[in-house]
């Protein structure tokens, strides 16, 4: 009798163990489940909340931005300026443009920090731009952008990619040799 009370008990305690396991494992995986919600939710908000900051940009040009006449240099050209939600505003600009006649341009534009300033335009890897289009992509309502230029970007093996920073501008700029369309991201410390 003592047996079967022993192993009854042994029993019971192995089943209390289990289920004890089992809402353990419950809770971990419901814990797990809200994080990656609040995260994906967090994201969300921040993606559409920068997006918002696009389609409510005010269109500029590039005069706006820059001294010495450079619609002078540019064709079919279309500018936004932008305030990211974490107050950083900066500038894009779609154009046409000699790369020989843009570059010296670019170089030549005054400074408030020349210290802080670029001499020459830098010639980088476009690799991170390419990753950082395709993640912005995701977030993207449908015809928030112009398609085609980003498809040509990730898929065009010519487009050359430059940084130059003419303090308090930084600019990224893209540029198609093909059919001289440039892109170009300015970032301002104003």
């Known amino acids: 009798m003592k047996k079967y009370i022993i192993a009854l008990i042994a029993g019971s ?3 209390s163990c289990s289920k004890v396991e089992e809402k353990i494992n419950e809770t971990v995986e419901q814990t797990k489940e809200k994080v990656r919600q609040k995260a994906q939710k967090a994201v969300e908000e921040t993606v559409s ?6 389609t409510h940009a005010e269109d ?3 005069n706006d931005v820059f001294e010495n006449q450079g619609e002078s240099i540019v064709s079919d050209e279309k500018g936004k300026k932008f305030t990211f ?5 900066g500038y894009f600009f779609k154009y046409k443009a000699e790369k020989s ?3 010296p341009f670019l170089e030549n534009q005054p400074t408030t920090d020349e210290s802080r300033s670029d001499q020459k335009i830098r010639k980088i890897d476009g690799q991170s731009i390419i990753n950082k289009i395709r993640f912005a992509e995701k977030f993207l309502p449908a015809n ?7 498809d040509d970007i990730k898929n065009d093996k010519n ?4 940084k130059l920073s003419r303090f308090p501008y ?7 040799p093909k059919n001289q369309t440039v892109l170009q991201y300015i970032e301002t410390d104003q």
């Open 170 to 176: 930084q600019s990224t700029i893209i540029y198609n």
């Open 101 to 103: 006649v843009l570059i």
């Open 85 to 89: 939600p974490n107050g950083t505003k």
């Open 49 to 54: 909340e920068s997006v918002n900051s696009f």
């Open 159 to 162: 487009i050359e990619y430059y």
């Open 144 to 150: 928030t952008i112009d398609t085609e230029f980003l």
């Open 13 to 15: 305690i192995i089943w």
């Open 60 to 62: 500029v040009k590039m």
